[in-house]
């Protein structure tokens, strides 16, 4: 009788740790990408065939692909469920910038929160974990326009926009 309830607890402190454990990896990804992007490191020369999966991110500049791919990478989950979007935004934060110097550049990033032991699968119901990091441009004007992936089954950029606040 107590087996039961026992393993709901387990089962659900499991599913707790996990899915705190990806939120964390999340934020610290696009952390270090926003910082990368703000000196200029944009990360590896993206290639058409790179193995980072970007989906539908086709009107990004080359370099914003690359810090895409870099973020997706530092943030270490499942690159196909993972979504990066990269803008940036004018110092007076009023508009989008043009990734200059004392501009701010924002990376957002989400990825589908899902249940390991299926047990809670109904409680997460679709949701997305997010996370928005805005740094201002240290170096020099970069050559790039900003993009986003094509945001996932129920999901939407809604919340990462120059005006929202993080989530």
């Known amino acids: ?9 387990v089962f659900g402190m499991v599913e707790f740790g996990i899915a705190f454990n990806d939120n964390i990896a999340l934020r610290q990804g696009v952390r270090e990408a926003a910082r990368q992007g703000a000196v200029g490191n944009m990360g590896p020369t993206f290639t058409t065939g790179a193995p980072c999966h970007l989906t ?19 943030i270490g989950l499942d690159g196909n469920d993972v979504r990066v979007k990269v ?19 924002i990376v957002c990033a989400q990825y589908p929160l ?42 939407d950029w809604s919340w990462c926009t120059v005006s929202s606040e993080s989530p």
């Open 87 to 105: 803008l940036s935004v004018k110092a007076d934060f009023t508009s989008i910038g043009t990734f200059a110097k004392a501009d701010s550049i």
């Open 114 to 155: 899902e249940s390991i032991t299926s047990m809670f699968s109904v409680f997460f119901g679709g949701a997305q974990l997010r996370s928005k990091t805005t740094m201002r441009i240290e170096l020099s004007d970069l050559v790039a326009t900003g993009g986003e992936e094509t945001a996932p089954t129920g999901g």
């Open 1 to 9: 009788m107590v087996l039961p309830i026992l393993l709901m607890l």
């Open 56 to 74: 539908g991110a086709s009107t990004a500049s080359a370099n914003v692909k690359s810090l895409m791919c870099l973020a997706k990478s530092r």
